[in-house]
């Protein structure tokens, strides 16, 4: 039997220790309703504006040697011989192709540059992307693309992105030790000069990210 009693305004409520129950009860349902309906507003949301989750891929990389000076609070490595110039950076979220950074000329010629492969692949190979304001190039093995001169706002840039020794893995994310291996070779007139890039992913991780809408 329920027992009644009279709150403080002279009107009758459950007993506190049903009170408390219902309380749960209701605290529980309340729990349970906005498990299943919070998804499905913010999905409902999310696609009125745009605005999804995605996956994505980060990986860190460090230098397999001793040869590369950490920049940038060790966000980036850098490595030179004479004006040509190689940056490599440390952590990425570049999927397919996770090794990023840069080659600069700070000499007074231009220079040709190739991407040689430490391992044995096909002739026309895709190893990677050339980035710029535009759309990203193709990247093949041993082809070369034009650096020109510094000049007096500075060194000329371009950026690159290169793909692991192995094949991209199904889970998105790469082994720890995974290996980056090539030579980056700078051609002038006065000659050629080479820059090994021997790189492995030190962590690596997979995570859901939200990308606002418009």
């Known amino acids: 039997m329920t ?17 408390r ?3 749960a009860a209701a605290s529980c349902t309340a729990i349970r309703v906005g498990a299943v309906c919070a998804p499905l507003l913010l ?6 504006c745009g605005t999804h989750i995605t996956q994505v891929t980060q990986v860190r990389f460090r230098p397999d040697g001793d040869e590369w000076e950490p920049r940038d609070q060790k966000r980036t490595a850098l490595r030179r011989s ?13 999927p397919e192709f996770p090794l990023t ?11 040709r540059v190739a991407y040689q492969p430490e391992r044995e692949v096909r002739g026309d190979a895709v190893i990677g992307r050339l980035l710029g304001s535009g759309e990203p190039e193709p990247l093949l093995a041993g ?5 020109p001169a510094a000049d007096a706002e500075g060194p000329s840039v371009r950026r690159f992105a290169l ?8 889970t998105g994310v790469p082994a ?19 820059i090994p890039l021997r790189f492995r992913v030190a962590w690596a991780n997979r995570s859901p990210r939200l990308v606002l809408g418009l």
């Open 3 to 19: 027992s009644v009693i009279a709150d403080g305004a002279g009107l009758p409520s459950l007993h506190p220790m049903w009170s």
């Open 43 to 48: 999905a409902s949301l999310c696609a009125a």
């Open 163 to 170: 793909r692991l020794d192995e094949a991209w893995p199904d």
């Open 143 to 147: 082809a070369g693309f034009d650096l």
């Open 82 to 94: 004479g004006g040509a110039e190689v940056t490599v950076d440390l952590a990425t979220e570049q």
């Open 176 to 194: 720890v030790g995974a290996t980056v291996s090539y030579v980056v070779v700078f051609q002038s007139s006065a000659g050629e000069t080479r």
């Open 101 to 111: 950074g840069a080659v600069r000329n700070r000499g007074a010629e231009p220079l």
């Open 21 to 23: 129950q219902g309380a």
